[in-house]
């Protein structure tokens, strides 16, 4: 099947990443046949969370490969089977990012380890709900984990591309899982002395804009054969870009509309979440603006109108136009990259594409 450059997100290429994934858990499942019914919950919450994403990390790998190798032939089947597994990469780090952050909602439902309690209240289990429903989605997380890697070499792919691969595909696991680390740091750390810019910074760099973007863009044009200066620029670019996408990502985590997100507005703040937004909003606040806002950060107990609050001392801190132009000349950066690299015109147009589809977003 071939997909559009000019719209590298278009529902065929959702289409074609969820039933490969679909494939998989088939296959996974003749595996765990003998356990019986046991594992429903598993697969239930694998299949809704398949198909509430964007498919970002996929879409970039995909179309890094159509930019090193081009477009005149159709990218080998396996090619969309390894994009496809950076989504439960994906997955297990937003399962794990959930339980850490003590998240309730996610995709427009109940985070995994809700669901698990949920399914542990409603099938009269014995023991603490609660726990039970932490120690399920623990091991969900891991299971997602395990699976992303068993997908790739599950592929039939030449061994020389899957060799030149191999180096992104164990960076993004690393990175993302220090990320995360990183990023539990950061919002543990007190305010004082503490360069909150900076630091966030560093947390966007490993958790979202390597494993969002750059290395699935590698992992991509590694499959395509890509030579090291490519290589090396995809990197810049898709750095560059994956900042954009956190910071829109942060924004919306304030300002964006529940029924698109999927999660409720507010949520980053009751979890103490010190964005790029927030440090801007710091900066840029009145003193006592900026007390009360460390005062709400990280409060579970924050009401509707308390969030209402926070995000007016935001709005009038002038953090919403500062994130704004720094969305945008991170994004501006990553297209002078790109349009300085030797890639195929089908991969260029599709990763412009995607830059457009990073920062414009409502979701």
């Known amino acids: 099947m071939r997909f559009d450059c000019h719209d590298p997100l278009s529902s065929e290429f959702v289409s074609a990443i969820e039933a490969a994934l679909d494939r998989y858990f088939s296959t996974e499942r003749d595996l765990l046949a003998p356990v019986g019914d046991r594992l429903d919950p598993v697969w239930e919450q694998a299949q809704h969370f398949i198909r509430g994403g964007k498919h970002i990390r996929p879409?970039?790998?995909?179309?890094?490969?159509?930019?090193?190798?081009?477009?005149?032939?159709?990218?080998?089947?396996a090619v969309l089977e390894i994009a496809a597994?950076?989504?439960?990469?994906?997955?297990?780090?937003?399962?794990?990012?959930?339980?850490?952050?003590?998240?309730?909602?996610?995709?427009?439902?109940?985070?995994?380890?809700?669901?698990?309690?949920?399914?542990?209240n409603q099938n009269g289990l014995r023991a603490d709900d609660a726990h039970f429903g932490r120690s399920a989605a623990l091991l969900f997380g891991d299971l997602l984990l395990s699976?992303?890697?068993?997908m790739v070499e599950q592929t039939s792919i030449a061994a020389d591309r899957l060799k030149r691969a191999r180096p992104y595909l164990d960076a993004v696991r690393t990175e993302v899982l220090a990320g995360q680390y990183l990023d539990l740091l950061h919002q543990a750390r007190p305010f004082e002395g503490v360069d909150l810019l900076r630091e966030a910074g560093l947390v966007m760099g490993f958790k979202t804009a390597k494993?969002?973007?750059?290395?699935?863009?590698?992992?991509?044009?590694?499959?395509?054969?890509?030579?090291?200066?490519?290589?090396?620029?995809?990197?810049?670019?898709?750095?560059?870009?994956?900042?954009?996408?956190?910071?829109?990502?942060?924004?919306?985590?304030?300002?964006?509309d529940p029924q698109i997100t999927g999660k409720p507005t507010g949520d980053d703040l009751r979890e103490g979440k010190k964005t790029v937004v927030i440090g801007y909003a710091l900066q840029g606040a009145s003193?006592?603006?900026?007390?009360?806002?460390?005062?709400?950060?990280?409060?579970?107990?924050?009401t509707d109108d308390q969030v209402d609050e926070?995000?007016?001392?935001?709005?009038?801190?002038?953090?919403?136009?500062?994130?704004?132009?720094?969305i945008m000349t991170e994004a501006t950066a990553g297209m002078k990259y790109l349009q300085r690299l030797d890639i195929s015109p089908t991969g260029a147009d599709a990763l412009s594409a995607l830059v457009h589809a990073c920062v414009e977003r409502i979701a």
């Open 59 to 77: 879409a970039f790998c995909y179309w890094g490969y159509v930019a090193a190798a081009g477009y005149e032939q159709l990218p080998p089947a």
């Open 85 to 120: 597994s950076l989504d439960l990469l994906h997955l297990a780090a937003l399962v794990h990012d959930d339980l850490i952050d003590q998240s309730d909602s996610r995709r427009g439902g109940p985070s995994a380890h809700r669901f698990f309690q949920f399914w542990h």
């Open 211 to 256: 494993y969002t973007v750059a290395r699935p863009l590698q992992i991509g044009a590694a499959l395509g054969l890509a030579a090291s200066g490519v290589q090396q620029g995809l990197s810049a670019f898709g750095t560059h870009v994956g900042y954009a996408f956190q910071m829109r990502d942060d924004l919306l985590g304030l300002f964006g």
């Open 310 to 326: 926070a995000c007016q001392i935001v709005q009038r801190s002038g953090a919403v136009e500062a994130t704004e132009k720094a």
């Open 147 to 150: 699976w992303s890697m068993s």
């Open 287 to 302: 003193a006592g603006d900026a007390q009360r806002l460390r005062l709400m950060l990280g409060d579970p107990t924050l």
